[in-house]
């Protein structure tokens, strides 16, 4: 049994140890075993809280530079745009070298550079273009780069498996970087040709 000490205080009440009953120093042994356990606990938690800042730190020195332009040599984002079947059948085949973003409706955060690649619902892949900033504005434009005769000739969805990729489930998304980007890119030159 554990060591106790002579006297106790409940509830403003100081008790001599040795009056006590064997059942009520058992609870008190009880007791200080719970205080033991609860003092561990309590610095158990503060190694935690020092470990969660120093991962912070580390995770805050991680982080890009929101103030930091991106490079040149950074290699360019991949994103999927869905436009609709109207705008589609309106616009195919493309005529024009440049589009306004706003055609699409976009409201992602496209930046300089950035690819974009057209999606059809019912038909598939239908073009890519590069994004192109204004330079009297802040307009941005998508200049088309590659895009189907018809909305026929589109990649359809199941193709795109072989790529590591999903149809978009959103009006614009980026592409994951596990996906052969390239390889898409080659499968809709082909088709273009």
Known sequence: MAKLPKSIVIEGRRYPTWALSAKARKQ?????????????????LAHHHVARKHYQLLLASALPDPQRQPSVSESPRYFWQSVSKEWAQKHWPIRMATFRLSDFESTND?????????????????????????????????????????????LPAKTLKEFSLRHPSRPSQALPATADIDGLLTALDTKAA
């Open 110 to 154: 496209y930046r300089q550079d950035d690819r974009v690649l057209c999606y059809v619902k019912g038909h598939g892949v239908v073009g890519w273009g590069v994004v192109e900033e204004d330079t009297h504005s802040t307009k941005r434009h998508l200049v088309w780069q590659v895009g189907v005769p018809t909305l026929d000739a589109a």
């Open 28 to 44: 008190l042994v009880n007791l200080g075993l719970v205080d033991a356990h609860i003092a561990e606990l309590h610095q158990r």
